[in-house]
């Protein structure tokens, strides 16, 4: 318990403040290449890291398999010693003096917030950036694998092709965009994607009404496992711009506790919806909260196409 409490609490810290990193690392120009391929690493480790844990952890003894674990991070400390964290001279931040105590925690938390609500787009896309990861947790987290295993009887073999589609998608979404050249304006792809993953999860529920009632589990499999790629493809479309956005338009000296901040609220959501989809599994049906899920992100895009803040994004 205490060693998984403390890699929780170092993985906060690197992942934050590697967050807020990114823009000083590269040029503004390359920020949507470096997203993408920093994405689809993630994305094709976790792949690959799934095959290859489960074969190691059956050929190697525990405590082999936890030391080569934690020398692959002390490698990676050390990997990362040689990044030039500067290289990016346009984005300087000021520096920041005094100690850190509760009262100056809580200041930079007041700031934060007071600086998102100053600005007109953060004001639109931070809210429903905490909402996604509600819905989102709740769904997939809880209500896909309820449907799919208990509901629809598939095996948990089924299950875990269906999950590494998701991981498959991102991958592929990720190398796509690193590719293609930056649109000036990305409003029309946001919002398009937005109603996608809105669209790919109300089909993902229809499965659980009778309306498809005798047709054969494997014909049902591989609609999920189109739905499930196209889910985390969408996903990275809606997700890749909103990342740029705030990395682009939040001063450095404010970005990682923006990302801290967001981080913190995105982490307490995300139980709560896990919670509250175990609630609702009692009361309703699987499908209609894919289909409560998928109604909020089509009428969301809706919302934000025609909010006069998003118009200039």
Do not use: H
Not at 20 to 45: E, F, H, Q
Not at 156 to 181: D, N, P, T
Not at 280 to 290: G, M, R, T, V
């Amino acid at each position: 318990y205490a060693a998984t409490f403390l890699l929780s609490v170092i993985s906060t810290f690197f992942g934050t403040t590697f967050q807020a990193a990114i823009p000083k690392l590269v040029s503004d120009k390359s920020l949507i290449k470096i997203n993408s391929y920093s994405r689809a690493i993630d994305s094709g480790c976790s792949i690959a890291g799934a095959v290859l844990g489960g074969m190691v952890f059956g050929l190697i003894p525990m405590n082999l398999f936890l030391l080569i674990n934690g020398l692959s991070f002390i490698l990676s400390g050390i990997s990362e010693i040689f990044i030039d964290f500067e290289f990016n001279k346009a984005r300087q931040s000021q520096q920041q003096s005094g100690k850190i105590n509760a009262m100056t925690v809580w200041q930079d938390i007041k700031e934060v917030f007071a600086y998102i609500k100053s600005n007109k787009l953060l004001r639109v896309i931070i809210p429903f950036s905490m909402s996604f990861n509600f819905l989102f947790s709740a769904a997939v987290a809880v209500v896909l694998p309820y449907l799919v295993n208990n509901v629809l009887g598939m095996t948990s073999s089924q299950y875990g092709i269906i999950e590494g589609a998701f991981s498959l998608g991102m991958l592929v979404a990720a190398i796509a965009i690193g590719k293609l050249r930056e649109k000036e304006k990305k409003l029309k792809g946001l919002v398009a994607g937005i109603a996608g993953i809105g669209i790919t999860a109300i089909i993902m529920g229809i499965p659980g009404t009778s309306l498809l009632e005798g047709v054969d589990i494997w014909i049902i499999f591989g609609i999920y496992l189109v739905m499930m790629f196209g889910f985390s493809f969408m996903l990275f479309m809606v997700d890749m711009p909103l990342v740029i956005v705030m990395q682009r338009s939040l001063p450095n000296e404010i970005l990682g506790r923006v990302w801290g901040v967001l981080g913190t609220v995105s982490s307490s959501l995300q139980p709560l919806g896990i919670i509250l989809a175990g609630i609702s599994l009692e009361l309703i049906p699987a499908y209609w909260i894919f289909f409560i899920t998928g109604s909020y992100f089509i009428t969301a895009a809706f919302i934000m196409y025609k909010n006069p803040a998003m118009q200039e994004y």
